[in-house]
Every structure is written in structure tokens, then in C-alpha cells.
């Protein structure tokens, strides 16, 4: 019988090895603010805070290295030696974006248009860091103490891989449109509110040589980071938008000779 086939019991005569893949490590830093989560209405919810949270469940992949930074580290945690070992930077913020110095901002849009991928989270729609790489104000509407349906509209996608036709979260933050962004490259998931508002809850931009992916769930007093699916989408999202590689030299307009031209000389 041809390799690959499985018979019930008998060792198949011969069959060859697969080279074994070899998987890449993808470096997540988790960068959260870290403001709210010293209140006891978050601390009730997630008692590490959000990032410890997010690292968590991300930690258990054979393939992904979790590093956490705060707002309140010296850098925001971001000095240059962690952006550059950053592959996917996942952005939780809320009450303090504009306290995230402007020059920080320019160095994580630098390596994101070098190949980083970012994944934003929730209340990170209003974050210098998404505005800037997006260039619009990405305002939206929202209220509190609503119930969200979210519809996986791209079943093929990668992002979406382990999910079913939607998935239900008691409590979430009603987030509605217009969510003011450009049209995203790739739309995966819509969410319907118990208000009756629809928004774009996944989507995925390309900006120079790295992929963006915002993810509309993950209200601080919601349990929402500890729901399967909702961990599912962040987990499918670090492999997708993790660069291939990261380009180390920064990206000029150079006047170029033509490459016939050395042809016409050999
Ligand atoms: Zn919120």
C-alpha cells in the first residue's frame, strides 16, 4: 500500500521519514499598561493582571516565547534589545496611551513596516502605536454590560482554524461601528451585540513588510482572555502574523542601476 495510509494493526514493509520540520521559536513580547489592573474590579477578574493572563495560555506552545513589558518599566519595556528580539508584539492599553512616549511609538512602526507583526487588543483601538500604522482615528462606538456573539466569517482562514460557524461571550463590551479604519486587507470576524450593533471584531492590515491584526473582545472586567476561543484567536493570530524574517536594515529609496545593463556587459 502506498506510504502514508494507515492499516488497522499491520506495520506497513517500508516507509520513509518526513524530514523533521524545524519549527522557529516565535518571540511574543505581551505589552500591556498595567493601569486598571491594580483595581480590585479588574484584580477580581484576572488576579496577575491581563498580561500574565495572555502569556499564560501563549507559554504552553511549544513554538512561542512570552516576554511581558509595562508601561511602567523603564522604556515602557521596550528598550531596543527587547523590540529587536520582538516578532509578534501584542498591545493591551486603555486609560494611558498618550503616556507612551511619541519615540517609542516610531521605533515599534519602524520594525513593524521591517517585517514585526502586532496584534491589538480591545481598548488598544485608540493606541498611538494602531492610529499611527493605520493613519486613522479609529474611534468607534461602545458601552458597557453587553453580550456578544462573534461570527467567524473566513473559515479558511488561519486565524480562524479550531473555531466553530461563531462563538457566544456572556459579557462583553459593546463595540460598534463605525470603526473609523482603512478597509482591512482581511476580514475574519464579525461581532453582533445583544443592542443589535455589528462590528468589525478581527481584521488584518499589511503595512510595509509586517502583518497587523486587531481583535475587538478583551473588556478588563471580562473574563474574556480566559475563554477557549477567544485564546484560540490570539494563539492562531501570533503564527499568523509572525514574519518569515525581519528585515535589519532600514528601508531606503535607492537610485538603482538597471540590472540589463550588467547583462549587456558580460
Ligand atoms: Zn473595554
Known amino acids: 500500500q502506498s506510504v502514508g495510509i494507515k492499516v488497522g494493526g499491520v506495520p506497513p514493509t517500508s516507509y520513509h521519514f518526513k524530514e523533521r520540520e524545524v519549527v522557529k521559536m516565535i518571540n511574543v513580547t505581551v505589552w500591556n499598561e498595567h493601569v486598571q489592573d491594580k483595581e480590585d474590579n479588574v484584580l477580581a477578574v484576572y488576579p496577575d493582571g491581563i498580561n500574565a493572563c495572555i502569556a499564560g495560555f501563549l507559554g504552553k506552545n511549544d513554538d512561542i ?5 509595562t508601561l511602567d518599566m523603564p522604556e515602557c519595556g521596550l528598550k531596543d534589545e527587547v523590540l529587536e528580539n520582538t516578532d509578534v508584539l501584542i498591545w493591551w492599553g486603555h486609560v494611558a496611551h498618550e503616556k507612551v512616549p511619541d519615540e517609542i511609538v516610531e521605533k515599534i512602526h519602524d520594525r513593524i513596516l521591517r517585517g514585526m507583526g502586532l496584534i491589538v487588543l480591545h481598548s488598544g ?7 499611527k500604522t493605520l493613519g486613522t482615528t479609529c474611534s468607534l462606538k461602545w458601552r458597557e454590560g453587553d453580550r456578544e456573539r462573534v461570527w467567524n466569517i473566513a473559515p479558511n482562514h488561519p486565524i480562524t482554524q479550531g473555531l466553530g460557524e461563531y462563538f457566544y461571550l456572556e459579557h462583553e463590551e459593546m463595540y460598534g461601528e463605525r470603526f473609523d479604519v482603512p478597509d482591512p486587507d ?81
Open 125 to 131: 483601538h485608540f493606541s498611538k502605536i494602531l492610529r
Open 65 to 69: 516565547n512570552v516576554t511581558c513589558a
Open 186 to 266: 482581511e476580514l475574519v470576524l464579525i461581532g453582533w451585540f445583544g443592542g443589535g450593533e455589528v462590528f468589525r471584531s478581527g481584521c488584518v492590515w499589511n503595512r510595509g513588510l509586517g502583518k497587523v491584526f486587531y481583535f475587538q473582545p478583551g473588556h478588563e472586567t471580562n473574563p474574556t482572555f480566559k475563554n477557549p476561543n477567544v485564546q484560540t484567536v490570539i494563539t492562531n493570530a501570533v503564527r499568523y502574523v509572525a514574519p518569515l524574517n525581519i528585515r535589519k536594515e532600514p528601508i531606503e529609496c535607492p537610485c538603482a542601476k538597471a540590472p540589463e545593463d550588467e547583462l549587456k556587459k558580460a
